[in-house]
């Protein structure tokens, strides 16, 4: 299986539907659980575009045991910037240990990766 950093993800793209259709390959090719929830007026606000659990390995009493990491993944095109409501989730699921990132991407060039830490 391919080992997956934040900053190892490139792609080519020009808008956000291209742009996520391209991190959800990239999660595939990891063997990530990922879907795409759908806003409809009901629930919390904000809630990032992509939601993912990929895998990892623990160290110590759960050596080589596959455990999951929650991610959270906004895409937004190259000038375009997440909401206060979009930051406010993304540093909800960083505090609470998740991985949370912006990715933009352009036509014609690598897609860049932002950690919300």
């Given at each position: 299986m391919a080992r997956w950093e934040a900053g190892d993800l490139f792609?080519?793209?020009?808008?956000?539907?291209?742009?996520?259709?391209?991190?959800?390959?990239?999660?595939?090719k990891i063997g990530a659980w990922h879907y795409a929830p759908v806003q409809m007026?009901?629930?919390?606000?904000?809630?990032?575009?992509?939601?993912a659990c990929k895998p990892?390995?623990?160290?110590?009493?759960?050596?080589?045991?596959?455990?999951?990491?929650f991610v959270g993944i906004e895409a937004k095109t190259y000038y375009n910037?997440?909401?206060?409501?979009?930051m406010f989730q993304l540093e909800g699921i960083a505090a609470a240990h998740g991985m949370a990132m912006v990715i933009t991407g352009k036509k014609g060039e690598p897609y860049r990766v932002k950690k919300i830490t």
């Open positions: 792609l080519m793209a020009w808008n956000e539907a291209s742009l996520k259709k391209k991190i959800n390959k990239d999660l595939d007026g009901m629930g919390a606000s904000g809630i990032p575009d992509i939601i990892v390995k623990i160290t110590q009493e759960d050596v080589g045991k596959t455990m999951g990491l910037k997440p909401t206060a409501k979009q």
